[in-house]
């Protein structure tokens, strides 16, 4: 929220330096040749997030872009997760269908739709800050190449598939336990050897 106010900053102090470059006052002039902000211009419909009670998770759903150029998306963020990859899914050496970041982002052809999908491209979430329930709805911001945003909220659904491997980021997963130190108490234990 506060990246998006601070680029509709930045596009009003543009449209200052417009109007008072063509030294008009008869309203906004069109400026032909800049695109419109990728974020004004790409939707998403049916996008869902996949209920989890902790460590990964993904959502979902269909990109629209009705405007005229290409929109990318770089990144994606959500305060469901601290950590999130925009992860495709592919076939490895073995014939395994694992999932893994893609490469310059998430393509949104203009005029078309990109569709995320289980088995196919999605917004990962790496590391859930709770647990997301059914009916739970989650907030994401998606930034494009030019940052520009689209925030959007996302209804949590039980879901048995997108189980995909991960294996993009190498970083070994789990067997960290809770943090809580072992119990010193057996090391120090007096020893009783010479009682009888
Ligand atoms: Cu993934």
Known sequence: MRRFTA????????????????????????VEQTPRPAGDVVTIENAWVKAAPDGMSAAFGDLHNSGSQDATIISVTSPASPAMELHETVQNAAGEMVMQPRRGGFVVPAGATLSLRPGGDHFMLMDLAGPIAAGDEVTFTVTFSDRSTLTFTAPAK?????NETYEGGGMP???????????AAATTAPTTADAR
């Open 7 to 30: 680029r509709l900053g930045v596009l009003a102090g543009a449209a200052v330096l417009v109007l008072a470059g063509c030294g008009s006052d008869s309203g906004p002039t069109p």
């Open 173 to 183: 997963m789990g067997g960290m336990g809770s943090g809580t130190p072992a119990p």
């Open 158 to 162: 039980d879901y048995s598939g997108a």
